[in-house]
């Protein structure tokens, strides 16, 4: 069984429009990350969150919003579409820091923006 | 630029064969984690190497690092078809993991 769950799968949005990415994880991980990855970069990071609050964010556009509403919950919403966004966004989770630990990721969310 | 970068960009070998990714860091680490990314699936860890380690196993896969140098490789021995995929090397901070834009392996039949 999956340990991290991300909704939808795949899902089009016309510009302009607003999305919300889900992603539960359970594995009982402490934090939680997102990562987007498209054609033209590479794997990129957007946020951590730590017991549901914001430890690193490197995204620029405030368009971009994660939301913990439970310990093992952290989506991500998106406003004002743009063909720009499209990319496949990965969820992840790791127990203690990303880098001595292990990130789990889920199997991602691929958002194509017409 | 990007913190971890790995080379060759793409590779191939025959199945059976061995074959070896390297990473260059540009920063000191507390450690470097190798992942792989089959397609359509997320990345998953293969090996984390800390910092005062210069060699780690798992199964089939070796990691390597040096630190004066800033760099690790990655080697595969008895490559088999469903080791098709790219490979990343990773490192950062506590809360952020950076990623190289990996190494597309293929291993042909």
């Known amino acids: 069984d999956p340990k991290i769950i991300q909704k939808p799968k795949y899902l089009v949005a016309v510009t302009g429009s607003e999305k919300i990415l889900i992603c539960e994880q359970y594995?009982?991980?402490?934090?939680m990350y997102w990562y987007r990855q498209s054609a033209k970069k590479p794997l990129e990071f957007m946020f951590s969150?730590?017991?549901?609050?914001?430890?690193d964010n490197q995204t620029a556009s405030s368009r971009f919003q994660p939301q913990s509403s439970k310990k093992n919950h952290l989506d991500l919403q998106i406003t004002a579409l743009k063909p720009d966004d499209s990319a496949t966004y990965f969820c992840?989770?790791?127990?203690?820091?990303?880098?001595?630990?292990?990130?789990?990721f889920g199997e991602g969310s691929k958002l194509t923006v017409l | 630029s990007q913190l971890a970068e790995e080379n060759p960009w793409a590779l191939s070998v025959h199945e059976g064969e061995s074959v070896t990714v390297n990473c260059s860091y540009k920063?000191?680490?507390?450690?470097l984690q190798w992942y792989r990314q089959k397609s359509g699936e997320g990345p998953a860890q293969l090996i984390l190497?800390?910092?005062n380690e210069r060699e780690k196993r798992n199964g089939r896969l070796r990691a390597t690092l040096d630190t004066s140098s800033q760099s690790s490789s990655l080697s595969i021995t008895a490559t088999r078809c469903e080791d098709t995929a790219v490979y990343f090397c990773?490192?950062?901070?506590?809360?952020?993991?950076?990623w190289g834009s990996g190494t597309k392996l293929i291993i042909k039949p």
């Open positions: 594995l009982g991980h402490n934090a």
């Open positions: 990773a490192t950062g901070s506590n809360y952020q993991l950076i």
């Open positions: 920063t000191s680490i507390t450690a």
């Open positions: 190497i800390r910092s």
């Open positions: 992840a989770s790791s127990q203690g820091g990303a880098n001595t630990g292990q990130l789990y």
């Open positions: 969150y730590s017991y549901q609050k914001l430890m």
